[in-house]
């Protein structure tokens, strides 16, 4: 309240101005986003190509690894396991299969191959297996067997599939020798290999089916190098996450709450995209979204 012979205080406000751009500065501007912008989008095309050729760098290299493996099938006794031996072969895209002194291949090998078919009409026939190594320079020879050695049989000392996996080199020429249906590969056989391997089961029982041990060992080989062939089903690369993360920290940013709450919401947003399984597709499809929201708000 003002009293009578109070002193008036003029009150000087301050009032803030924008300054008006020029029609020159304002094209620069203009010039220097869309540069900045295209640039950013270069950034992101560079980037999707380089995953594009390791993608394509992993098929061949996988496709190299195919091709270099042999499967054979060391003096088979029943045409029938022959044709099963093929179909698990299909399964895992093997084609390179070798029998050493076979019997006939009767209609049951052809029949029980079903879509390995082809694997049993391509099969490379030899009367021994020297012939077979020399023939195609095999660098590196592995022997399956059903019993485990000890140490005092240091020839049968075998490796589990999961370490076979582990201890064999993709671009060498590489023979996988399965035996006989009732006596298995004899000890020569071994020795004359660089490996073992073994499956481990029950003692009680320990001799598996010829396709069985073949599908179990196929699959160690196997399990980190082939994906999912369905479309829609590829898991998110690290690229396409930090893109989606990025956006949210942009929306997030337009939001009218603390600062400790946009860094509370955006760290809880990179938890779950980092430990939810996402696809490919799912994080474009969320990225688009999250963009029309940021246009929106704009």
């Known amino acids: 309240m003002i009293k009578i012979g109070d002193a008036a205080v003029s009150e000087q406000k301050v009032v803030e101005t924008t300054p008006v751009s020029s029609p020159e500065e304002e094209k620069k501007a203009e010039k220097k986003s869309t540069s900045t912008k295209k640039a950013k989008s270069r950034g992101q095309s560079l980037a999707i190509k380089d995953l594009q050729q390791n993608k394509k760098d992993e098929e061949n290299e996988l496709d190299t690894f195919k091709s270099n493996i042999y499967i054979v099938f060391v003096e088979c006794e029943t045409p029938g396991n022959i044709g099963f031996l093929a179909r698990t072969m299909a399964n895992f895209g093997l084609k390179n299969l070798v029998l050493i002194n076979p019997p006939t291949l009767t209609p049951e090998a052809y029949y029980q191959a079903t879509h390995g078919k082809y694997i049993v009409e391509n099969a490379l026939v030899y009367p021994t297996l020297d012939e077979f190594y020399q023939s195609k320079r095999i660098d590196f020879k592995i ?23 582990k201890s064999i ?92 709450k946009k860094k509370t919401g955006l760290r809880s947003f990179k938890n779950i995209i980092n430990r939810a399984f996402i696809t490919g597709r799912e994080a474009h499809t969320f990225k688009g979204i999250l963009r029309r929201l940021k246009m929106k708000m704009e």
């Open 143 to 165: 022997a399956s067997t059903g019993i485990a050695g000890g140490s005092y049989n240091l020839s049968r000392i075998p490796l589990k599939p999961e370490q076979l996996s």
């Open 169 to 260: 080199n993709i671009n060498n020429k590489i023979a996988i020798l399965f035996g006989r249906e009732g006596d298995g590969l004899s000890n020569k056989e071994i020795e004359d290999c660089d490996l073992c391997v073994s499956i481990p089961t029950d003692p009680t029982y320990p001799i598996l089916n010829i396709s069985h041990a073949a599908a179990i060992i196929f699959y160690e080989l196997f399990k980190n190098k082939h994906e999912y062939a369905v479309e829609g089903l590829e898991e998110s690369t690290s690229l396409e996450k930090e893109y989606l993360i990025k956006d949210m920290a942009e929306l997030i940013d337009k939001i009218d709450i603390p600062d400790h």
